[in-house]
């Protein structure tokens, strides 16, 4: 189904007595001996690469997991219509039943832990821990705002290859 709900799919090419034929849309064989020929789709998710992009990290720091293509088109389309901001959407995944079970109970410092183990598989520094900890504490900042934080504070290695290994894995499987 090329309008399949939640993304589309796309021609990617031929196979089998057309493989040479590529990405042309038409294929014509002389049916001169049995022949076989498979058309082959690509899934495309919905909503802008950007935003697919963003939900993508949003999972990954979040939830520790990829995005299921059904939710990461879906919360990529809410994106994209309070124009691309991860903010306008980024509250909702705290309050979901996953983050509950993940996440119900534990203290302040243990979910900044818990979000720094997450995205870059290591624990926070004292002072970066204390900061945050003191910064939810405020109100000057959510879980959800600092799990994007330190995803988007990954800028030098190893952090940065930890994320870019994760999200990698995380697009594969999306």
């Keep these: 189904n090329p309008n399949a709900p939640g993304g589309t799919h796309i021609f990617s090419g031929w196979g089998g007595d057309c493989a040479g034929v590529g990405t042309q849309s038409t294929c ?49 389309l809410r994106m994209d219509a309070e124009g ?12 979901s039943d996953e983050f509950s ?16 183990q997450q995205a870059l598989g290591r624990d926070p520094d004292v002072a970066g821990l204390n900061w945050y900890v003191n910064e939810l504490l405020a109100g000057r900042r959510t879980l959800q705002t600092i799990t994007l934080d330190v995803l988007n504070g990954a800028t030098t290695a190893p952090d940065s290859t930890v994320v870019a290994n994760k999200l990698g894995v995380a697009a594969y499987y999306s």
């Design 28 to 76: 014509t064989l002389n049916m001169n001996a049995a022949k076989n020929v498979t058309a082959t789709f690509s899934y495309i998710g919905a909503g802008s690469d950007y935003s697919r992009d963003y939900v993508q990290k949003a999972y990954v720091a979040y939830y520790g997991r990829p995005a299921d293509p059904e939710g990461q088109s879906y919360w990529a």
């Design 84 to 95: 691309q901001s991860l903010n306008a959407i980024i509250g909702a995944f705290g309050y």
């Design 101 to 116: 079970r993940r996440y119900g109970g534990l203290t302040n410092t243990q979910l900044v832990t818990k979000i720094f």
